[in-house]
């Protein structure tokens, strides 16, 4: 069974701009939660979407946003993006809710904001 | 809201060696996992750890769960190079929004 996978792997954006990762889950889970890894605040919570829709959500400004497609894969939209939005943007995939399945994590994307 | 904590930061042993890295959690949790990350990269999930008293063993490290004390332990035998890594413990409260919690993480040296 092929991984979560995550696109794109890399990418450099100035202030200002905005930005969609790409998020493909494991065949068969309807679950994905998105996370931000910085050195600074470590991993936080974003957001779980479960059958297309935001069931969760973390601690962060509206600038950040998410949505999931019938087919469970998920997109997350940073707008007018910050210096401080650098991070490494991972995304999690289980077959049911995260609360009570166990996350398989992706690559992730490392995001880098000039 | 819920508070992961995890001791020591840093931790650099050398090999042969034991040693353990605590993860205590602020409210009450049957839902307890362990990740490795090797710099650059994922996480990898270790141990899952559901019940009061749990006990998993994978070659080198053995996880526990006390539920009662909120603290979990990643106990380390006989360390060799290959397990140096940043190690994270998160945890879902019974409470709540049942988000996934991340300690702040134990970078792990083993030194020949």
């Known amino acids: 069974k092929a991984g979560v996978t995550q696109t794109p792997r890399y990418l450099i954006k100035t202030r200002g701009q905005q930005v969609t990762l790409s998020c493909s889950p494991i065949?068969?889970?309807?679950?994905v939660s998105w996370y931000q890894q910085t050195p600074g605040q470590g991993l936080q919570f974003l957001f779980e979407?479960?059958?297309?829709?935001?069931?969760n959500k973390g601690n962060f400004p509206g600038r950040f946003s998410g949505r999931q497609f019938s087919n469970s894969r998920s997109e997350m939209n940073v707008s007018t993006l910050e210096l401080g939005d650098s991070a490494l943007y991972l995304c999690a995939s289980s077959p049911g809710g995260a609360a009570t399945y166990e996350q398989y994590f992706g690559p992730g994307t490392r995001l880098t904001v000039t | 809201e819920l508070k992961v904590e995890q001791n020591p930061l840093f931790l650099s042993m050398q090999e042969g060696k034991n040693y353990t890295i605590y993860c205590n959690y602020s409210t009450t949790s049957d839902r307890l996992y362990w990740y490795r990350q090797d710099p650059g990269k994922s996480l990898e999930s270790l141990f899952v750890l559901l019940s009061n008293g749990a006990v998993k063993q994978e070659g080198r490290l053995m996880a526990s769960l006390d539920t009662k004390a909120r603290l979990s332990t990643l106990h380390i035998t006989a360390a060799v190079h290959d397990l140096s890594a940043t190690y994270f413990c998160?945890?879902?409260?019974?409470?709540?929004?049942?988000?996934?919690?991340f300690g702040t993480g134990t970078r792990l040296t083993i030194i020949p």
């Open positions: 979407y479960f059958s297309e829709t935001q069931r």
């Open positions: 998160a945890v879902i409260s019974n409470f709540g929004n049942e988000k996934l919690t």
């Open positions: 065949s068969g889970h309807r679950s």
